[in-house]
């Protein structure tokens, strides 16, 4: 699971994401959005230790990923928004790289890399070098070496980026699966038709802020939406104002 208490980044006289609270549990896929500039990444880099906050805590299954920060990302598995890559190294090369940081290898390793290349579709290039990778298979790559290690919380920035759709619903399966077997997902995502049909709680943040957090019932409920799905609910929380101003604009 995820504990994050009052968490503060700041970067001289601004103020990224302030004072923020969000517990994601076992099991769960825990959506997070916002517009752009609203703290997203940055809450996500520090959940995943890329970032350290200026002040807060972040505990990833119990651990204080500050205090102890190898034994809390021992746990943890991170799927970046951008698939940077040892572009020297072969596909099967990579993804025993990342497993051999947690101390992972042998044949256990070398079957879970290759059912990871299987799953997708990455099997006649597991020999390649990854330079000659497209961005959509750099990004699948990314993505097995998130679950190489059997993490118990994958935290995801953007996943379904340079997708093609059978990876996409392949990805979005495995999530559903992985979650159901008592793994922990947070996932960042602009695409919101994705997040309401994925997860079971999401989180709206602007300006550093949480406007609202919950299922889709209590998020209606928060933005008094009625049966309005999460794109309607999203703006009336971040935006509406700008739809407005829009209009006028393309009106006048």
Known sequence: MIEITNLTKRYGSF?????????????ELFGFLGPNGAGKTTTMRMVAGILRPTAGTIKICGIDIDRDPIAAKSRLGFIPDRPFIYEKLTGIEF?????GLYAQEGQAIERRAAELLEVFDLTEWRDELVESYSHG???????????VHRPDVIVVDEPMVGLDPK?????????REYTRRGHTIMMSTHTLE?????????????????????????????AERGDEGLEEIFLKLTGDNVVRELAEVLDG
């Open 15 to 27: 103020t990224a994401v302030d004072t923020l609270n969000l517990v994601v549990p076992k099991g």
């Open 95 to 99: 993804l025993r790289f990342v497993a």
């Open 137 to 147: 298979m750099r990004q699948k790559l990314i993505i097995s070496s998130a679950f």
């Open 167 to 175: 990876a996409a619903r392949t990805l979005k399966d495995l999530f």
């Open 194 to 222: 994705v997040a309401q049909t994925m997860c079971d709680r999401i989180a709206i943040i602007q300006r550093g802020h949480i406007r609202a957090a919950g299922t889709m019932d209590e998020l209606r409920s928060n």
